[in-house]
């Protein structure tokens, strides 16, 4: 429940808050100056943003929204904008967009202590008041106007705390209209532009699907959605979906709901973001199941979908016994992996060497076959390569039933075949159905990533990368057999370590030999697993190999380079994973 704020230090009214020895007034983007004095209305909100913060520029529209609702309305509010731009320039081009009040720009001490006085950490950051007392209603008015719009007003504790009680009742009283409709809108819509009652989706189950345009995992989702939508419509299931879109263009809407076959929210609806908050939405694609009765039977069935794909559409709708049902085929599924049923979708029964030379996929059954997942523009992946393309060297030259494939994350033909070039491998073709298919079975998150396949056509490991930077091409083949060896061959040898030792690259504290999990080595910067020579107070940790002199750094500087990754992806802790 929400609780006031203490009042601002120093008390007072809003005069005593915004006003200095030098200044008694504030500006409007017109350039009229305002008498502090003069303000009566209350509550008053500072905002604290600036033009070059994107989460700033998001959310003004939103507050100009409320700002003027509530101006029609006829309620008393007002705004401050406290600057936080490094330049007038683009202070006055942002401020030029807003329709209330300014501390000037110029006066940088006033702005400096209203950051003081609110301890702002960052931006955007809203501050609501009581322009007479002072008194502070909310320092989360980011929050509440974002999530409640002019339904918050007028900011106070009371009201917010109201808010929350509606909403634990819409809940306990859930109906398929509370949940898709307003008290100004009753049906929905069809991409043809039909007005759906929503009275139509009573007694059906429906799913509520958040979608954002040219969202690559939303569009990849809703593909699949629509494939099982049709098929459970054909066995005659009571299904419907409903999406509810994040977007803030209606062109942008339009043109992804033209290709599903459901309903929707009417694009800027404020129930889109409604939703949001009242299913907690955490990440995408989510898809909420409502039951027949209009309660919510799951929060994100999305996930079980995305695990099973098309196959899926067996267990809705999701019950424990159709999930246990669904856990059974999969798990049969896995039983029959072969590496042919893997790599050959229909024609497609060959991978590419050097040239683009086909060589069929039946030359590698019965071979350790290692799936490797990478992209030219991903920073670990050139890092990793390097030391990959070693270990495969040293793996072939003792094993010949051995190979790599290449499955490439790579945007264009160019990349792909540049750093194809640097292999010595197999790959499957850039613009090949196989990919998708197999970073799904696979549940590829990140890259650079090694799926080791054995000659069975079994998965033996999903994580081959982390082996192979441990053990190196002493991990072949990949099974949990020969990494329990080497585990009882490292513990052999750990007993003739010294327990301690004193180390060039950290000579504050003496290092001791500890059994570890996983850790990065402080001193080659690869992976190390079971032993570390330590310093627990510094969280420092050298590989057995590198404290001893064994070992010096390899060669993953070679991976530097100024190549970004493309939107949707971050790269850090040597790897690549989507947003």
Request: net charge negative; charged share 30%.
């Amino acid at each position: 429940m929400a609780e006031a704020a203490p009042a601002a230090a120093g008390g007072g009214g809003i005069g005593d808050i915004l006003a200095t020895a030098e200044r008694d007034f504030l500006t409007r983007n017109s350039g009229e100056q305002v008498k502090i004095s003069g303000i009566e209305v209350s509550p008053v909100a500072i905002y604290f943003s600036a033009s070059w913060c994107p989460p700033c520029r998001r959310f003004t529209p939103k507050l100009i929204e409320v700002y003027k609702e509530l101006a029609s309305q006829g309620k008393s509010f007002e705004v401050v904008f406290a600057s936080a731009d490094q330049n007038e320039e683009g202070f006055n081009e942002y401020f030029a967009k807003m329709p209330w009040l300014a501390v000037p720009f110029s006066d940088t001490e006033g702005r400096a202590a209203l950051d003081g006085r609110f301890k702002v950490s960052g931006i955007p950051h809203l501050v609501i008041l009581d322009a007479k007392t002072g008194e502070v209603y909310t320092e989360d008015g980011v929050e509440f106007v974002s999530e409640y719009g002019v339904e918050a007003y007028p900011f106070t504790p009371d009201r917010i705390n109201e808010l929350k009680e509606q909403e634990k009742a819409e809940k306990d009283n859930q109906t398929i209209q509370s949940v898709l409709g307003t008290t100004t809108r009753d049906y929905l819509i069809s991409n043809k532009g039909d007005k759906v009652p929503i009275s139509e989706l009573e007694g059906k189950y429906v799913g509520l699907c958040f979608v954002v345009d040219g969202y690559g995992p939303v569009v990849e989702f809703t593909n699949l959605l629509a494939k099982i939508y049709e098929k459970l419509k054909e066995v005659g299931e009571k299904f419907e979906v409903v999406a509810v879109s994040l977007d803030n263009e209606e062109s942008a809407f339009n043109e992804s709901f033209a290709k599903m076959p459901w309903l929707a929210i009417p694009q800027g609806d404020q129930k889109c973001e409604k939703l949001v908050r009242y299913f907690e939405l955490r990440s995408l694609p989510t898809l909420v199941l409502i039951g027949p009765d209009g309660k919510t039977m799951n929060s994100n069935v999305a996930d079980i979908i995305d695990k099973h794909g098309f196959e899926a559409w067996e267990g809705f709708p999701f019950s424990a016994e159709k999930l246990e049902i669904l856990a059974e085929k999969a798990k049969a599924k896995a039983a029959l992996q072969t590496l042919e049923s893997l790599l050959i979708s229909g024609d497609l029964d060959f991978v590419i060497g050097k040239g683009g030379a086909k060589v069929p996929v039946s030359e590698l059954v019965g071979k350790t076959v290692l799936l490797y997942f990478s992209a030219k523009w991903c920073g670990p992946c050139r890092a990793f390569l390097p030391t990959l393309v070693k270990e495969y060297n040293k793996i072939k030259e003792k094993n010949s039933d051995f190979e790599i494939v290449f499955i490439s994350s790579d945007r264009d033909q160019s990349s792909f075949d540049d750093f194809f070039s640097q292999m010595p491998w197999l790959a499957v073709p850039l613009e090949d159905e196989r990919k998708a298919s197999l970073k799904k079975t696979f549940k590829i998150r990140g890259i650079p990533s090694l799926v080791a396949i054995g000659p069975t056509g079994q998965t033996v490991s999903r994580d081959a990368k982390a082996q192979l930077m441990i053990h190196g091409a002493d991990a072949f083949p990949f099974t949990e057999e020969r990494l329990e060896e080497l585990q009882k061959k490292l513990d052999e040898m750990a007993k003739g370590w010294p327990q301690k030792l004193k180390h060039e690259l950290h000579d504050e504290h003496e290092l001791v030999l500890l059994r570890r999990g996983t850790y990065d080595c402080d001193g080659c910067e690869e992976m190390g697993n079971t032993w570390s020579y330590r310093c627990d107070e510094c969280d420092f940790d050298l590989h057995p190999k590198c404290a001893l002199g064994e070992e010096k750094k390899g060669e993953e500087e070679e991976g530097k380079s100024t190549e970004e990754a493309p939107a949707g992806y971050v790269c850090e802790g040597g790897v690549c994973r989507k947003v």
